[in-house]
T-cell receptor, first 117, second 112 residues
Framework: GAGVSQTPSNKVTEKGKYVELRCDPISGHTALYWYRQSLGQGPEFLIYFQGTGAADDSGLPNDRFFAVRPEGSVSTLKIQRTERGDSAMYLC???????????????FGEGSRLTVL | GESVGLHLPTLSVQEGDNSIINCAYSNSASDYFIWYKQESGKGPQFIIDIRSNMDKRQGQRVTVLLNKTVKHLSLQIAATQPGDSAVYFCAENRQGDDKIIFGKGTRLHILP
């Protein structure tokens, strides 16, 4: 499809395990964002890529969280030693560069729901 | 079962009436604002945006008002329809920063 694709849609894991969440953005979108959304809350910014580089990773909560985008397209969010508090919906969004288009229209995927038991 | 949005403020509106959803922001450096709609089980969807050099912008059935003096943003939806039922988020972008920060949402509930 033409939209942002996230896999898996649901992931259940045990505390302490390692998890990878994948995001396939819209073709041609240079900007890619990861957000985390807990129940009843707004999306919380984690990290933003412009091309292959992480332009802003100030939202990553700690060093257990890491994200890559090696070829400037697909991105993977990696969580080490998962904790129960990591349980949330992880949303990915892509766009043309805000600085280029002047628009904040982000195109979101349907998210990956992570449950840590 | 899942209680999505249990702690969200809720606005209940009669079908056909106008809805007004409010948002306050705190950062004076923010110069660009966006409203997103999130339906159950989906990612947020862009509705409309406004820059700080404007105080009003209209779209199809929606109007965004910006009051920079009191750092307040509102989204007006005309003739509310059942399909407008969702959680609405305001978001802001700060000068010199490409990230978009979301605020707390409001659940819009449409009464038949």
């Amino acid at each position: 499809g033409a939209g942002v694709s996230q896999t898996p849609s649901n992931k259940v894991t045990e505390k302490g395990k390692y998890v990878e969440l994948r995001c396939d953005p819209i073709s041609g979108h240079t900007a890619l964002y990861w957000y985390r959304q807990s129940l009843g809350q707004g999306p919380e910014f984690l990290i933003y890529f412009q091309g292959t580089g992480a332009a802003d990773d100030s939202g990553l909560p700690n060093d257990r969280f890491f994200a890559v985008r090696p070829e400037g397209s697909v991105s993977t969010l990696k969580i080490q030693r998962t904790e129960r508090g990591d349980s949330a919906m992880y949303l990915c969004a892509s766009s043309l560069s805000l600085g280029v288009t002047g628009t904040g229209e982000l195109f979101f995927g349907e998210g990956s729901r992570l449950t840590v038991l | 079962g899942e209680s999505v949005g249990l702690h969200l403020p809720t606005l209940s509106v009669q079908e056909g009436d106008n809805s007004i959803i409010n948002c306050a922001y705190s950062n004076s450096a923010s110069d660009y604002f966006i409203w997103y709609k999130q339906e159950s089980g989906k990612g947020p969807q862009f509705i409309i945006d406004i820059r700080s050099n404007m105080d009003k912008r209209q779209g199809q059935r929606v109007t965004v008002l910006l009051n920079k003096t009191v750092k307040h943003l509102s989204l007006q939806i005309a003739a509310t329809q059942p399909g407008d039922s969702a959680v609405y988020f305001c978001a802001e972008n700060r000068q010199g920063d490409d990230k978009i920060i979301f605020g707390k949402g409001t659940r819009l509930h449409i009464l038949p």
